[in-house]
C-alpha cells in the first residue's frame, strides 16, 4: 500500500527545466488543456496541403511522412535562404534574457519553455545542428541537437502555445521578431501535416466559401437581416446595406465573427448604424466576406492565397477603396503584407473620406482603411452627433489588440473615439497597454476550447490589469477592437474579472450616436435599458 | 506572550519562508523571475501569491472571517486551479504554513498554553485547507462551464447555418422561442 505523502512530497513536480538538468533532455509531454485537437484530413485536402490524414496528437504515432526529417530540413534551407529576417533571427539571440519574462503565457503559466528565447531556441538548436559548423562538430556543446520525434512534438507543442502578439519582440534589443520565429515552425510543421483542427477548419472555409465560419451568401443575408430587425426595434430606423453591389465607392470587410458571434455583433450593427446615418456608398461582399486570415497561422502562402480575394473583389465590384472591421490579425495582415503578396493596386483611388474629404495617405498604397481611422476623422471633423451619456452606465477600459497595437502603431484613434462617446474612460496601468500590451491569450487560432487552461493562463496578466482599474475606477467594460478579442476576453472576464462586459468601440459608437429621425432610444444595443430608462439608476 | 504576538513579530520571516516553500512548487527558473520581479503587472503570479499569504496571515491572527480569508485564498488558488497542477497540488500551499511556523518558533520554548494555541491555530489553518478546496472546485467548475457555453454557443450558431434551427415570431410579435425545425440533416 502505498504511503500518505506529506504536502511537501505532493508538490514535488517533475517538471524542472533549465537548472536540474539541460532542457533539450527533457522529452515533451502533451497536456489536456494546452492543445488543441488536431486537423482533419479533409480540411487539408481542401487546401491542398500535404499528408491530410484524421491525426491526434495524443496517439503515438503522428501519421508522418516519409523522410519528414528531410522535408523539414530542406524547407529550413529554402526559407533560409528566402527570407533575411529569419536568417538573422536564427543568428543574432545573444540569450540575454530581456523577452524571457515578456509573454503572457510564461507569465500566467509558469513553464520555462515559454519563455520566447527558449521556445525560439527549440527551433535554433536544429538550425545550429544542420546550417552552422559549430552546431555540425560541436553539437550539444554548441546549442545544437538533432531533429528527431521528439524535438518535432516539442516544436508542435510550444509553437501552437505561442500567440504571435509581439510583445517579446518589443523589449528585444536586437529587434529579433518571435512571431516571426513561430510562423516559420509552423510552415514547417504545415509541410506534415501537422495543424490544430481549429485552424485548418476556418482555412479550408474560407477558402471554400470566402469565410472562416463557411457561411454561405444567404447566411450572412439572414444574420445581417437580424441585426437590420434589431436596429429598427432600438431606433426605429430600417436601413438597407447592399450586397455586392457593382460600382460602389466603398467595399467593406470584417471579420465573420462581426456576423455571427455575440458580443461581435453588436460592433457590426455599430458600423451598419454609423454608414447608413453618413449615407455612405458602400458594399458588403459575401465573397471577400472575411476580414481574418487564419491561413496566416498556417503558411505565408495559405495567407496569400486567402488574403487575395479582397482585392479581387474590390477589382470586380469596382469600388474606389475599402475600409476594414475592427480585427487583430487581420490588420496584421492588411497592414504588412497585403500589398506585398497581391498588391500594389492599379485600379482603385488613395482613401479619401466622402463625408470630411481626409485622403489618407497612409494607406495610399493597400487602399484601405481601418475603420477606427475613418470614424476618428468623422469626429475631429464634427460630423457627427454624438450623445456619450447614453454610455454612462459604462466604466470603459481599453485593450489595445496586439495587431492592431503593435504591428500598425493605431494607438490613438481608438481611445478618441472612445473619449468622445462614453464619459467615463480609465487607462490600465503603463506597461499593460499600447506598444506593451498584454495578448488576450487566445489569438493565431488558439481560441479553440478544448485548450481553456493554456488561455486562462495567457489572458491572466491582461485580466489582472482589468482586475485592477475595476478596483480602482469601478471599471465594468473592456473596450477593443478585436474580433477574437471580443470572443476571448469574453471568457477570460467570466474567470478572472466577472462582471466585465466586453465590446467593439463601434458598439459605444452607435449607442451615442444620434441618428436622424430616430425615435427616443430606451435600450442599448443589446436590449438593456439606457442610463435613467428603466429604473436601472 | 501569546502565540499570535509571537508570531505578529516575526512575520515577515514567517512569510519570507512561506513565500519561498511555494515558489519551490515552480520550475526553478520560473521561481527565480516570481520572486524578484516586484511589478505586479509584470509579475501578477508572483504578486498575488506574495499579497495573498499576507493577507491570509494577518486574517488568521486577527480571528479569520470566512468572507475576508476566501477572497483572499481566491486570489491565490484562481491562478493555481488553472497552472499546471493536480488538485492536491494547488491547495497544499496552506499546510506549509504549518512547517513555516513550527520551524519559525522552533527556539521558542512551548508552554502548555502556547502550545494549546499552537494547536488551534494548526486546526484553523485545516480549516483554510477546506476551504481551499471549495475554491479549487469553483474555479475548476468555472472552467467548465465556460467550455460548454462556448461548446452550446457554437452549436447553436451551427444549426443556425445548417437552417436548422429558427427564430420563430408569433404575429403579434410578443414571443419569442426556439423551434427546432424538422429539416432533414444534410449530410
Not at chain 2, 403579434?172 to 444534410?186: D, G, L, R, W, Y
Given at each position: 500500500?502505498?504511503?500518505?505523502?506529506?504536502?511537501?512530497?505532493?508538490?514535488?513536480?517533475d517538471?524542472?527545466?533549465?537548472?536540474?538538468?539541460?532542457?533539450?533532455?527533457?522529452?515533451?509531454?502533451?497536456?489536456p488543456?494546452?492543445?488543441?485537437?488536431?486537423?482533419?484530413?479533409?480540411?487539408?485536402?481542401?487546401?491542398?496541403f500535404p499528408?491530410?490524414?484524421?491525426?491526434?496528437?495524443?496517439?503515438?504515432n503522428?501519421?508522418?511522412?516519409?523522410?519528414?526529417?528531410?522535408?523539414?530540413?530542406?524547407?529550413?534551407?529554402?526559407r533560409?535562404?528566402?527570407?533575411?529576417?529569419?536568417?538573422?533571427?536564427?543568428d543574432?539571440c545573444?540569450r540575454?534574457g530581456?523577452?524571457?519574462?515578456?509573454?503572457h503565457?510564461?507569465?500566467?503559466?509558469?513553464d520555462?519553455?515559454?519563455?520566447?528565447?527558449?521556445?525560439?531556441?527549440l527551433?535554433?538548436?536544429v538550425?545550429?545542428?544542420?546550417f552552422?559548423?559549430?552546431?555540425?562538430?560541436?553539437?550539444?556543446?554548441a546549442?545544437?541537437?538533432?531533429?528527431?520525434?521528439?524535438?518535432?512534438?516539442?516544436?508542435?507543442?510550444?509553437?501552437?502555445?505561442?500567440?504571435e502578439?509581439?510583445?517579446c519582440?518589443v523589449?528585444?534589443?536586437?529587434?529579433?521578431?518571435?512571431?516571426?520565429?513561430t510562423?516559420?515552425?509552423?510552415?514547417?510543421?504545415?509541410?506534415?501535416?501537422?495543424?490544430?483542427?481549429?485552424?485548418?477548419?476556418?482555412?479550408?472555409?474560407?477558402?471554400?466559401?470566402?469565410?472562416?465560419?463557411?457561411?454561405?451568401?444567404?447566411?450572412?443575408?439572414n444574420?445581417?437581416?437580424?441585426m437590420?430587425?434589431?436596429?429598427e426595434t432600438?431606433?426605429?430606423?430600417?436601413?438597407?446595406?447592399?450586397?455586392?453591389?457593382?460600382g460602389?465607392?466603398?467595399l467593406?470587410v470584417t471579420p465573420?465573427?462581426?456576423?455571427?458571434?455575440?458580443?461581435?455583433?453588436f460592433?457590426?450593427?455599430?458600423?451598419m448604424?454609423?454608414?447608413?446615418?453618413l449615407?455612405?456608398?458602400?458594399?458588403?461582399?459575401?465573397?471577400?466576406?472575411?476580414?481574418?486570415?487564419?491561413?496566416?497561422?498556417?503558411?505565408?502562402?495559405?495567407?496569400k492565397?486567402?488574403?487575395?480575394?479582397?482585392?479581387?473583389?474590390?477589382?470586380?465590384?469596382?469600388?474606389?477603396?475599402?475600409?476594414?472591421?475592427?480585427?487583430?490579425?487581420?490588420?496584421?495582415?492588411?497592414?504588412?503584407?497585403?500589398?506585398t503578396?497581391n498588391g500594389?493596386?492599379?485600379?482603385m483611388e488613395?482613401?479619401?473620406?466622402p463625408?470630411?474629404?481626409?485622403?489618407?495617405?497612409?494607406?495610399a498604397?493597400?487602399?484601405?482603411?481601418?475603420v477606427?481611422e475613418?470614424?476618428a476623422?468623422l469626429?475631429?471633423?464634427?460630423?457627427?452627433?454624438?450623445?456619450?451619456?447614453?454610455?454612462?452606465?459604462l466604466?470603459?477600459?481599453?485593450?489595445?489588440s496586439?495587431n492592431?497595437?503593435?504591428?500598425?502603431?493605431?494607438?490613438?484613434?481608438?481611445?478618441?473615439?472612445?473619449n468622445?462617446?462614453?464619459?467615463?474612460?480609465?487607462e490600465?496601468?503603463?506597461?499593460?497597454?499600447?506598444?506593451?500590451t498584454?495578448?488576450?491569450?487566445?489569438?493565431?487560432?488558439?481560441?479553440?476550447?478544448e485548450?481553456?487552461?493554456?488561455?486562462?493562463?495567457g489572458g491572466?496578466?491582461r485580466?489582472?490589469?482589468?482586475?485592477?482599474?475595476?478596483?480602482?475606477?469601478?471599471?465594468?467594460?473592456?473596450?477593443?477592437?478585436?474580433?477574437?478579442?471580443?470572443?476571448?476576453l469574453?471568457?477570460?472576464?467570466?474567470y478572472?474579472?466577472?462582471?466585465?462586459?466586453?465590446?467593439?468601440?463601434?458598439?459605444?459608437?452607435?449607442?451615442a450616436?444620434?441618428?436622424?429621425?430616430?425615435?427616443e432610444?430606451?435600450?442599448?444595443l443589446r436590449?438593456?435599458?439606457l442610463?435613467g430608462?428603466?429604473?436601472?439608476? | 506572550?501569546?502565540?499570535?504576538?509571537?508570531?505578529?513579530a516575526?512575520?515577515?520571516?514567517?512569510?519570507?519562508?512561506?513565500?519561498?516553500?511555494?515558489?519551490?512548487?515552480?520550475?526553478?527558473?520560473?521561481a527565480k523571475?516570481?520572486?524578484?520581479?516586484?511589478?505586479?503587472?509584470?509579475?501578477p503570479v508572483?504578486?498575488?501569491?506574495?499579497?495573498g499569504?499576507?493577507?491570509?496571515?494577518?486574517e488568521?491572527?486577527?480571528?479569520g472571517e470566512?468572507?475576508?480569508?476566501?477572497?483572499?485564498?481566491?486570489?491565490?488558488i484562481?491562478?493555481?486551479?488553472?497552472?499546471?497542477?493536480?488538485?492536491?497540488?494547488?491547495v497544499?500551499?496552506i499546510?506549509?504554513?504549518?512547517?513555516?511556523?513550527?520551524?519559525?518558533?522552533?527556539?521558542t520554548?512551548l508552554t502548555?498554553?502556547?502550545?494549546?494555541?499552537?494547536?488551534?491555530?494548526?486546526?484553523?489553518?485545516?480549516?483554510?485547507?477546506?476551504?481551499?478546496f471549495?475554491?479549487f472546485?469553483?474555479?475548476?467548475?468555472k472552467?467548465y462551464?465556460?467550455?460548454?457555453?462556448?461548446?452550446?454557443?457554437?452549436t447553436?450558431?451551427?444549426?443556425?447555418?445548417?437552417?436548422m434551427?429558427?427564430?420563430?415570431?408569433?404575429?403579434?410579435?410578443?414571443?419569442?422561442f426556439?423551434?427546432?425545425?424538422?429539416?432533414e440533416?444534410?449530410?
Amino acid at each position: 500500500m502505498a504511503k500518505l505523502s506529506t504536502p511537501a512530497e505532493l508538490l514535488k513536480i517533475d517538471y524542472n527545466p533549465p537548472q536540474s538538468e539541460n532542457w533539450m533532455d527533457q522529452p515533451v509531454e502533451l497536456k489536456p488543456g494546452n492543445f488543441c485537437w488536431g486537423a482533419k484530413g479533409k480540411n487539408l485536402a481542401t487546401v491542398e496541403f500535404p499528408n491530410a490524414r484524421d491525426w491526434s496528437p495524443v496517439e503515438e504515432n503522428w501519421k508522418l511522412p516519409k523522410d519528414w526529417e528531410g522535408t523539414v530540413l530542406e524547407a529550413m534551407a529554402d526559407r533560409l535562404s528566402k527570407y533575411r529576417s529569419f536568417k538573422v533571427f536564427m543568428d543574432i539571440c545573444v540569450r540575454c534574457g530581456a523577452c524571457a519574462d515578456k509573454c503572457h503565457f510564461f507569465i500566467g503559466g509558469g513553464d520555462p519553455k515559454n519563455m520566447p528565447v527558449l521556445r525560439a531556441e527549440l527551433l535554433r538548436s536544429v538550425y545550429r545542428k544542420y546550417f552552422t559548423s559549430s552546431g555540425k562538430y560541436l553539437g550539444k556543446l554548441a546549442g545544437a541537437r538533432e531533429l528527431n520525434l521528439s524535438v518535432l512534438k516539442e516544436w508542435w507543442y510550444y509553437f501552437y502555445q505561442c500567440t504571435e502578439c509581439r510583445r517579446c519582440s518589443v523589449f528585444c534589443p536586437y529587434g529579433i521578431d518571435t512571431a516571426e520565429i513561430t510562423m516559420m515552425a509552423r510552415e514547417f510543421t504545415n509541410l506534415l501535416g501537422l495543424n490544430t483542427d481549429w485552424i485548418s477548419g476556418p482555412v479550408a472555409n474560407c477558402y471554400m466559401k470566402g469565410n472562416h465560419l463557411g457561411l454561405e451568401p444567404h447566411a450572412i443575408m439572414n444574420s445581417i437581416e437580424g441585426m437590420i430587425d434589431d436596429i429598427e426595434t432600438i431606433t426605429g430606423i430600417r436601413i438597407n446595406p447592399s450586397f455586392n453591389r457593382k460600382g460602389a465607392e466603398i467595399l467593406f470587410v470584417t471579420p465573420s465573427g462581426d456576423l455571427f458571434a455575440d458580443p461581435g455583433t453588436f460592433t457590426c450593427m455599430g458600423y451598419m448604424m454609423l454608414f447608413h446615418e453618413l449615407g455612405l456608398d458602400y458594399t458588403w461582399s459575401t465573397y471577400a466576406s472575411e476580414g481574418g486570415n487564419f491561413g496566416f497561422f498556417t503558411s505565408n502562402e495559405m495567407a496569400k492565397r486567402l488574403n487575395s480575394k479582397i482585392y479581387a473583389e474590390a477589382k470586380r465590384l469596382g469600388v474606389k477603396y475599402i475600409i476594414g472591421g475592427e480585427c487583430g490579425h487581420m490588420w496584421r495582415v492588411l497592414n504588412q503584407y497585403m500589398d506585398t503578396w497581391n498588391g500594389p493596386t492599379d485600379f482603385m483611388e488613395v482613401p479619401k473620406s466622402p463625408i470630411t474629404g481626409t485622403v489618407f495617405d497612409n494607406a495610399a498604397s493597400t487602399k484601405m482603411i481601418h475603420v477606427t481611422e475613418f470614424t476618428a476623422d468623422l469626429i475631429k471633423n464634427n460630423k457627427l452627433k454624438l450623445d456619450p451619456s447614453r454610455n454612462d452606465d459604462l466604466v470603459v477600459t481599453y485593450h489595445d489588440s496586439c495587431n492592431t497595437a503593435r504591428g500598425m502603431g493605431l494607438l490613438e484613434e481608438p481611445r478618441y473615439i472612445i473619449n468622445n462617446v462614453c464619459n467615463k474612460f480609465h487607462e490600465m496601468p503603463d506597461n499593460t497597454i499600447r506598444e506593451r500590451t498584454f495578448c488576450c491569450g487566445s489569438g493565431t487560432g488558439l481560441n479553440a476550447s478544448e485548450n481553456m487552461e493554456i488561455r486562462m493562463r495567457g489572458g491572466y496578466p491582461r485580466a489582472n490589469a482589468v482586475k485592477h482599474v475595476k478596483e480602482q475606477h469601478g471599471v465594468n467594460t473592456l473596450a477593443n477592437i478585436c474580433a477574437i478579442d471580443r470572443a476571448t476576453l469574453s471568457a477570460s472576464m467570466d474567470y478572472w474579472v466577472p462582471g466585465t462586459r466586453v465590446t467593439g468601440v463601434h458598439e459605444l459608437v452607435a449607442n451615442a450616436l444620434i441618428m436622424t429621425g430616430e425615435k427616443e432610444r430606451e435600450t442599448d444595443l443589446r436590449g438593456e435599458p439606457l442610463p435613467g430608462k428603466g429604473g436601472n439608476e | 506572550m501569546s502565540l499570535k504576538v509571537i508570531l505578529s513579530a516575526k512575520k515577515d520571516g514567517l512569510l519570507a519562508a512561506w513565500f519561498d516553500r511555494i515558489l519551490d512548487t515552480y520550475p526553478a527558473e520560473t521561481a527565480k523571475f516570481l520572486k524578484n520581479q516586484k511589478d505586479k503587472f509584470a509579475n501578477p503570479v508572483g504578486q498575488a501569491i506574495h499579497a495573498g499569504i499576507e493577507d491570509i496571515f494577518r486574517e488568521l491572527l486577527n480571528g479569520g472571517e470566512i468572507e475576508k480569508i476566501s477572497g483572499f485564498l481566491d486570489n491565490i488558488i484562481r491562478v493555481r486551479a488553472i497552472q499546471e497542477f493536480s488538485a492536491s497540488q494547488a491547495v497544499a500551499f496552506i499546510f506549509f504554513l504549518k512547517s513555516v511556523i513550527r520551524d519559525g518558533i522552533k527556539d521558542t520554548p512551548l508552554t502548555p498554553e502556547l502550545s494549546e494555541e499552537l494547536v488551534a491555530l494548526e486546526s484553523q489553518i485545516d480549516s483554510l485547507a477546506l476551504i481551499a478546496f471549495d475554491i479549487f472546485m469553483q474555479c475548476r467548475e468555472k472552467l467548465y462551464e465556460i467550455k460548454a457555453n462556448e461548446m452550446k454557443n457554437m452549436t447553436y450558431r451551427l444549426l443556425q447555418k445548417a437552417n436548422m434551427v429558427t427564430e420563430t415570431e408569433d404575429p403579434e410579435k410578443q414571443t419569442n422561442f426556439i423551434a427546432i425545425q424538422k429539416k432533414e440533416v444534410n449530410t
